[in-house]
Nanobody, 116 residues
C-alpha cells in the first residue's frame, strides 16, 4: 500500500524558517488535491494549506503570507515553506493526498517545534 512520508520538521526559533517535504512511497494515480494539516497538543487537526490541480492554493488565515504550499504531481511530492514561524505554529504536520478516484492518503506526521 502506498504511504506518504513527511520530512523537514524540527526545532526552530521564533522568526525562523523550515521547509517540509512529503513524498509517496509509490505511484498514486490522478492526484488532484495535495495538502498540509497540523495538530497541536489538545487541539483538533486543522487545515494549513491545500492546493487542487488547476486551482489556486488556499491557506488557513493564521498562516497566510508566511507559508507557501507547492506540489509536483509528476513526482507525487508536496512542499510547505514556512517562514516567520511563531510558537503557535508548534504542532505535528501531516500531508494529505486525494485522488480523483476517491482515495485519501495520509502521512504519519513530522513534528515542528517553534521555541527559543
Amino acid at each position: 500500500q502506498v504511504q506518504l512520508v513527511e520530512s523537514g520538521g524540527g526545532l526552530v526559533q521564533p522568526g525562523g524558517s523550515l521547509r517540509l517535504s512529503c513524498g509517496a512511497s509509490g505511484i498514486i494515480l490522478s492526484i488532484n488535491v495535495m495538502g498540509w494539516y497540523r495538530q497541536a497538543p489538545g487541539n483538533q487537526r486543522e487545515l494549513v494549506a491545500r492546493v487542487r490541480s488547476g486551482a489556486s492554493a488556499i491557506y488557513a488565515d493564521s498562516v497566510k503570507g508566511r507559508f507557501t504550499i507547492s506540489g509536483d504531481d509528476a513526482r507525487n511530492t508536496v512542499y510547505l515553506q514556512m517562514n516567520s514561524l511563531k510558537p503557535e505554529d508548534t504542532a505535528v504536520y501531516y500531508c494529505n493526498f486525494q485522488s480523483t478516484y476517491g482515495a485519501d492518503y495520509w502521512g504519519k506526521g513530522t513534528l515542528v517545534t517553534v521555541s527559543s
